[in-house]
């Protein structure tokens, strides 16, 4: 059973860092391309960043890009996102997902199989 399950969501004051983590099981993990997305209430998800599968490449939105950052420990099924320069509008659920597409020349992730049930994000202002 694939399995994905986030931590390091936190109430953060506006500039200050958090580093999410994903864990994930049940599926050979360096052969998955791997992403975080997020989500506000009412609004849709978005992509943040992702690892495609075929070669490693990395996509990162243009939203967060420069504060955020994706890393991945292959002998531990692990997929982390380091978020600096946090801003009050970063605030969302974070999402860690798997088996997707993630392409950095079309700025496009999509299609994502596996998911995880989210870590809440809130920046203070």
């Known amino acids: 059973e694939v399995q994905l399950v986030e931590s390091g969501g936190a109430v953060v004051q506006a500039g200050g860092s958090l580093r999410l983590s994903c864990k994930a099981s049940?599926?050979?993990?360096?052969?998955?391309?791997v992403g975080w997305f997020r989500q506000v209430p009412g609004k849709e998800r978005e992509g943040i960043s992702c690892?495609?599968?075929?070669?490693?490449?990395?996509y990162t939105s243009n939203s967060v890009k420069g504060r955020f950052t994706i890393s991945r420990d292959n002998a531990e099924n692990m997929v982390y996102l380091q978020m600096d320069s946090l801003k009050p509008e970063d605030t969302a659920l974070y999402y860690c997902?798997?088996?997707?597409?993630?392409?950095?020349?079309?700025?496009?992730?999509?299609?994502?199989?596996?998911w995880g049930q989210g870590t809440q994000v809130t920046v203070s202002s």
């Open positions: 997902a798997a088996d997707g597409l993630c392409s950095r020349t079309a700025r496009l992730m999509s299609d994502y199989a596996y």
């Open positions: 049940g599926f050979t993990f360096d052969e998955y391309g």
């Open positions: 690892f495609a599968s075929r070669d490693g490449s990395t």
